[in-house]
């Protein structure tokens, strides 16, 4: 039985100007540094300056113009957050995220009060897919694996879900969100 969601936040909740950044300015072979750089700046084991710094020079593009397109484009999914807050009369809601310590502090004040647990990674340093990140999550919202809906755009973050003993919805938008729980 269904006892919690959990949802991640970028591609989710928020757009990913990471990705879109990625799709706009890197080639193939740069993608596995741009990845590493991005798991080190979730972890909290770089800055964003030097993160920054390093993504720029990936691209070949200038520092303040990364610090732009990575930092300065967020959007928030209010009709998601509006869902959140219906779903929180049946379910036990979390914030399992990958993210950097300077992004989550400018993005908090928006989720305030949204979710019963929250798990960013640079507090936890637990990165998905690791499973231990899925089995923290559960444990701070006190449901067991089984019992609990992973919601994350990204198929190696459902798949992590998967393997970590949830129910996973591989986050395409709002309607097919619906669709799927409705279907579980």
């Known amino acids: 039985m269904v006892q919690a969601l959990i949802f991640d936040c970028f591609g989710v909740l928020y757009n990913s100007p990471f990705a879109i950044f990625a799709n706009k300015h890197l080639t193939k072979a740069s993608r596995h540094e741009y990845e590493d750089l991005y798991k080190q700046f979730?972890?909290?084991?770089?800055?964003?300056?030097?993160?920054?710094?390093?993504?720029?020079?990936l691209a070949?593009?200038?520092?303040?113009?990364?610090?732009?397109?990575?930092f300065g484009s967020y959007r928030i999914d209010f009709n998601?957050?509006?869902r959140i807050r219906e779903?929180?009369?049946s379910y036990k809601v979390g914030l399992l995220t990958n993210i950097s310590e300077v992004t989550w502090w400018q993005l908090k004040p928006?989720?305030?009060?949204?979710?019963?647990?929250?798990?960013?990674s640079f507090q936890?340093?637990?990165?998905?897919?690791?499973?231990?990140?899925?089995?923290?999550?559960?444990?701070?919202l006190g449901v067991s694996?089984?019992?609990?809906?992973?919601?994350?755009?990204?198929?190696?973050?459902?798949?992590?879900?998967?393997s970590a003993g949830m129910l996973a919805i591989h986050y395409q938008g709002l309607?097919?969100?619906?669709?799927?729980?409705?279907?579980?």
């Not at 593009?61 to 990575?70: G, R, T, V």
């Open 42 to 57: 979730d972890h909290g084991f770089i800055n964003q300056k030097d993160f920054i710094a390093a993504q720029a020079m």
């Open 60 to 70: 070949d593009i200038p520092y303040d113009q990364a610090q732009k397109e990575l």
């Open 80 to 82: 998601l957050v509006d």
């Open 87 to 89: 779903l929180k009369v």
């Open 110 to 120: 928006e989720l305030d009060g949204l979710f019963d647990a929250e798990a960013p």
């Open 124 to 140: 936890t340093r637990y990165i998905k897919p690791a499973q231990i990140a899925y089995d923290n999550m559960s444990s701070l």
């Open 145 to 162: 694996n089984s019992n609990c809906v992973m919601v994350d755009d990204r198929e190696d973050n459902y798949q992590g879900a998967l």
């Open 175 to 184: 309607e097919q969100f619906n669709e799927e729980l409705k279907a579980l």
